[in-house]
């Protein structure tokens, strides 16, 4: 089973930064697409960003594009997202996964996640 850990989250006040990490155990991050995704209270989780396996195509939501960052060290077989000029509106549960499909794989088209979710990292953006 493919099992992600994230970690990073935290309080921060708007305009603020954090980095969150998705590392992955027991299997190789860089066979997988990983997108990048974020549950507020009563809303569906929705994705914010992805990256193919090779780094080489990354998309983003229009909500968060500018701001925040995909990138993955494979070496280190980690996703992260940097996240600059937050919102209060980018409270919420971020959770990573690997996506399973040949267009997530090649270019982070769609995608359906891969396994269950993990428990996520809480981002709270608040003055």
């Known amino acids: 089973q493919l099992q992600l850990v994230e970690s990073g989250g935290g309080l921060v006040q708007p305009g603020g930064s954090l980095r969150l990490s998705c590392a992955a155990s027991g299997f190789r991050l860089d066979y997988y697409s990983i997108g990048w995704f974020r549950q507020a209270p009563g809303k569906e989780r929705e994705r914010v960003s992805c990256i193919t396996g090779s780094g080489g195509n990354t998309n983003y939501a229009d909500s968060v594009k500018g701001r925040f960052t995909i990138s993955r060290d494979n070496a280190k077989n980690t996703v992260y997202l940097q996240m600059n000029s937050l919102k209060l509106e980018d409270t919420a549960i971020y959770y990573c996964?690997?996506?399973?499909?040949?267009?997530?794989?090649?270019?982070?088209?769609?995608?359906?996640?891969?396994?269950?979710w993990g428990q996520g990292t809480q981002v709270t953006v608040s003055s």
């Open positions: 996964a690997a996506l399973a499909g040949d267009l997530a794989a090649r270019y982070c088209i769609g995608g359906v996640p891969r396994g269950s």
